[in-house]
């Protein structure tokens, strides 16, 4: 089973940036977390970052027929990224919208994703942990739904 893993505009500066919403771990660290229990469930990833929504649509359109789930944080495109919402809605596998802080709990206009009505399920507010439980969480649906 492949999962691709989306990592949005300015997610490249976790460890640095707003250390006080996001905490100190850098990109790399949460990547090697998530290839260390991608291992031990037995998948692979696929991860891409990039600070251009257009990047992120093309990946996932490369990826249309052979991948089984996806992560996707979108970042700065929550609120905005119409593309990246689309391009969600068209892929045959679940995707799991990802946000290391509770935007929920943040200034008002970040409340408001407009890629969550794309996605199955959203996991934020847990820091690191909410990539590891939403990889968790995938492949546990994907698995069910083969055995089904």
Not at 14 to 19: C, S, V, W
Not at 56 to 76: E, K, R, S, W
Not at 123 to 138: F, I
Request: proline share 5%; glycine share 8%.
């Amino acid at each position: 089973m492949k999962i691709l893993v989306l990592h949005g505009p300015n997610l490249n500066l976790f460890g640095r940036r707003e250390p006080h919403i996001y905490g100190t771990t850098t990109l790399a660290q949460i990547n090697q977390r998530l290839q260390q229990l991608a291992g031990e469930l037995g998948v692979t990833l696929d991860i891409i970052q990039s600070n251009h929504e257009g990047d992120l649509v093309d990946f996932l359109h490369t990826h249309i027929d052979d991948a089984q789930g996806a992560l996707v944080n979108p970042a700065g495109l929550t609120q905005h990224g119409v593309p990246l919402h689309d391009a969600i809605k068209a892929m045959p596998f679940p995707c799991i919208e990802v946000h290391m802080s509770n935007i929920a709990a943040r200034e008002s206009w970040r409340a408001h994703s407009i890629i969550s009505p794309a996605v199955k399920g959203t996991v934020q507010g847990l820091g690191p942990l909410s990539y590891l439980a939403a990889l968790r969480a995938l492949v546990e649906l994907q698995q069910q739904a083969a055995a089904a």
